[in-house]
């Protein structure tokens, strides 16, 4: 608590553990290796405020030691659970795609 009785907010890395706690504690358990795999990839490249990241698939299916495909299907499956946001799809010479990461599924 604060001076003024109100409850503290994590701050820096403190709020990046909350959200990996947050996540192991309530979606881990639900996942295929390949979706962890994925999620924790873009969950580590985020940037915060809102957990932005920017990775290629190929780039994602090499760290993950997965094939091209099986990342599409894992951010395809974590896109449907809300647990990824697609906000911006990459192309061919225009750059990776960039990724909203959720530690738990969205409402």
């Known amino acids: 608590m604060s001076a003024t009785g ?3 907010r994590p701050k820096g890395p403190s709020i990046r553990f909350a ?3 947050g996540f192991v504690d309530e979606s881990l358990a639900s996942l295929s290796r390949a979706e962890i795999a994925v999620w924790l990839i873009l969950y580590r490249d985020g940037k915060s405020p ?3 990241a920017r990775a290629s698939l190929d780039d994602i299916a ?4 997965i ?3 099986t990342a599409h299907r894992a951010v395809a499956s974590l896109t449907r659970r809300k ?3 697609v906000i ?3 192309r061919l010479n225009g750059g990776p795609s960039s990724y909203i990461v959720f ?3 969205m409402e």
């Open 62 to 65: 090499r760290r993950a030691g």
């Open 103 to 105: 530690p738990r599924p």
């Open 83 to 85: 647990m990824l946001r």
């Open 19 to 21: 959200i990996f706690n």
């Open 6 to 8: 109100k409850p503290r």
């Open 50 to 52: 809102q957990w932005t």
């Open 67 to 69: 094939n091209r495909q």
């Open 88 to 90: 911006e799809r990459g």
